[in-house]
C-alpha cells in the first residue's frame, strides 16, 4: 500500500508535484532505500543513487473483481496515466517510451539502479519519459518518468513518478 492510498485522481496535483521534486536534491551515491508514513508503514518515496520515485495515486484493491469490472478498473487507470501524459506533453513536449522489459524477464542482467529499484518495488510498467526537462540551477539536467503498475491481479493498480539526474534507458538486451 502506498500513502496515496484512497485520494481521488487529480493530473494537475500530478503534475505539479513532480515539477516540484525536479528541483529537490537527489542521492548521489548509495543504495535505494524505501521511505514509510511513520504511522501506518505505507510508502511515500524510494531515494537511490541520482532518483526519486513516489506514488502519485493508487486505485482500489481488486480483490474479489473480475471479468467486466476488472476491465473497467484497469482502463479507468489508463485513462488516468493518459490524462497526467497529455499534461507532461504539453508542458516537456513529446515523450519517449523505455520498456521494462528486460528487468522483468531478465532480473539477473545488469540493470542500472533505477530499474532495479523500481522492480523491487514490482514497478514493472513501461516508463513514458520526458528529458533532459528544463530545471533552473542549481539542480541540473533532471529527468522525468512515469509508469502504470500493478503487482498482481487483486493488487491496486499504482500511478508512480520518477525524478533522475540521470537518461533514463532501456538496459541492452543480452543473450
Same mark, same amino acid.
Given at each position: 500500500?502506498?500513502?496515496?492510498?484512497?485520494?481521488?485522481?487529480?493530473?494537475?496535483?500530478?503534475?505539479?508535484?513532480?515539477?516540484?521534486?525536479?528541483?529537490?536534491?537527489?542521492?548521489?551515491?548509495?543504495?535505494? #532505500?524505501?521511505?514509510? $508514513?511513520?504511522?501506518?508503514? *505505507?510508502?511515500? /518515496?524510494?531515494?537511490?543513487?541520482?532518483? =526519486? @520515485?513516489?506514488? !502519485?495515486?493508487?486505485?482500489?484493491?481488486?480483490?474479489? #473483481?473480475?471479468?467486466? $469490472?476488472?476491465?473497467?478498473? *484497469?482502463?479507468? /487507470?489508463?485513462?488516468?496515466?493518459?490524462? =497526467? @501524459?497529455?499534461? !507532461?506533453?504539453?508542458?516537456?513536449?513529446?515523450?519517449?517510451?523505455?520498456?521494462?522489459?528486460?528487468?522483468?524477464?531478465?532480473?539477473? /542482467?545488469?540493470?542500472?539502479?533505477?530499474?532495479?529499484?523500481?522492480?523491487?518495488?514490482?514497478?514493472?510498467?513501461?516508463?513514458?519519459?520526458?528529458?533532459?526537462?528544463?530545471?533552473?540551477?542549481?539542480?541540473?539536467?533532471?529527468?522525468?518518468?512515469?509508469?502504470?503498475?500493478?503487482?498482481?491481479?487483486?493488487?491496486?493498480?499504482?500511478?508512480?513518478?520518477?525524478?533522475?539526474?540521470?537518461?533514463?534507458?532501456?538496459?541492452?538486451?543480452?543473450?
Amino acid at each position: 500500500m502506498t500513502s496515496r492510498r484512497g485520494e481521488p485522481f487529480d493530473p494537475d496535483r500530478a503534475r505539479s508535484e513532480l515539477e516540484a521534486r525536479l528541483t529537490g536534491p537527489l542521492p548521489a551515491s548509495g543504495p535505494a #532505500v524505501a521511505e514509510g $508514513e511513520p504511522v501506518t508503514g *505505507e510508502w511515500t /518515496a524510494t531515494r537511490g543513487e541520482g532518483f =526519486l @520515485v513516489v506514488p !502519485l495515486w493508487e486505485g482500489d484493491s481488486l480483490t474479489g #473483481v473480475y471479468g467486466p $469490472e476488472w476491465n473497467a478498473a *484497469e482502463e479507468a /487507470a489508463e485513462a488516468r496515466l493518459r490524462s =497526467l @501524459v497529455a499534461r !507532461l506533453d504539453a508542458r516537456w513536449g513529446a515523450h519517449r517510451t523505455v520498456s521494462m522489459r528486460v528487468p522483468l524477464l531478465r532480473p539477473d /542482467a545488469p540493470l542500472p539502479e533505477l530499474l532495479r529499484a523500481l522492480a523491487a518495488l514490482d514497478c514493472y510498467g513501461d516508463l513514458t519519459v520526458w528529458g533532459p526537462v528544463p530545471v533552473p540551477p542549481p539542480a541540473g539536467p533532471r529527468w522525468v518518468a512515469v509508469s502504470l503498475n500493478q503487482s498482481d491481479a487483486d493488487a491496486p493498480m499504482i500511478l508512480v513518478g520518477v525524478v533522475s539526474d540521470r537518461p533514463v534507458t532501456e538496459p541492452e538486451e543480452r543473450d
